[in-house]
């Protein structure tokens, strides 16, 4: 039950605040391939923020544990490449100074956490982490943010999602929970507002550089 008295911002991180999604549309690709299935790389790129088993069952049509050890060995290979986008550390930090709750909601695998944590370099400004180890379903399935506001303490109406897929906005929807997108993940303005995200930045550092006028800094103060 919700708890606490203070607002809530939920934020994806792959594409969201690392500039991961075209590393893992790669990784996917090169795993589909050793697998026999030519799936071409724009098909894999529109699925970006799926769980991993949701992405494979909407490509193949049945989840395959040897496509997804192969991706993630794959993506492995772009860990040094991989980095925050600009101010994605001091948008958390004011996030946190304003009095709301930072809460990383994400697909990621729990073994990828400790390396997207480190590049975003914003350790004492995080109150939860929730990743795909503490769901039963993945994204676009409601889990991962209906965890996170219970694990926070928030309720729906003090909560906002920042997300960069049409499929955080989905999952946020679910639980009642208004997004924010940014462009970062490669989907559009018009298919992110029309998913329902109630608007949309450039990214980290626009959304920072807008804060006060946005649906966050409204909500937040």
């Known amino acids: ?3 606490s008295s203070r607002p809530g911002i939920l934020f994806d991180i792959d594409g969201t605040l690392v500039e991961s999604s075209y590393f ?8 589909f391939r050793q697998a026999g299935e030519e799936i ?3 098909k894999i790129h529109r699925l970006i923020g799926m769980g991993a088993d949701k992405l494979i069952e909407e490509l193949l049509g049945e989840y395959r544990q040897d496509i997804d050890d192969s991706y993630s060995e794959e993506f492995s290979k772009f860990h040094k490449e991989v ?4 101010k994605v550390a001091e948008l958390l930090a004011e996030v946190s100074k304003r009095g709301a709750k930072v809460v990383l909601a994400t697909s990621a ?14 350790d004492e400004a995080i109150d939860e982490i929730i990743s795909s180890k503490d769901v039963d379903e993945s994204k676009p399935a409601p889990d991962i943010f209906q965890t996170a506001l219970d694990r926070a303490g928030l309720d729906p109406s003090a909560a906002i999602a920042l997300g960069d897929a ?3 906005v989905e999952a946020a929807s679910k639980c009642g929970v208004k997004c924010v997108g ?6 559009s303005e018009a298919e992110l507002t029309s998913a329902g995200a109630i608007a949309v930045y ?14 966050i800094g409204k909500l937040i103060g």
């Open 109 to 122: 695998k729990a073994d990828q956490i400790d390396h997207l944590t480190g590049l975003i370099g914003a």
């Open 1 to 3: 039950m919700p708890s």
């Open 202 to 215: 450039e990214d980290p550092e626009d959304l920072l550089n807008n804060l006060d006028d946005s649906p």
């Open 83 to 86: 980095a925050a986008f600009p």
């Open 24 to 31: 893992h549309a790669t990784a996917w690709w090169r795993a």
């Open 40 to 42: 071409a790389m724009f």
């Open 182 to 187: 940014l462009l970062t993940g490669g989907i």
């Open 166 to 168: 049409v499929w955080d």
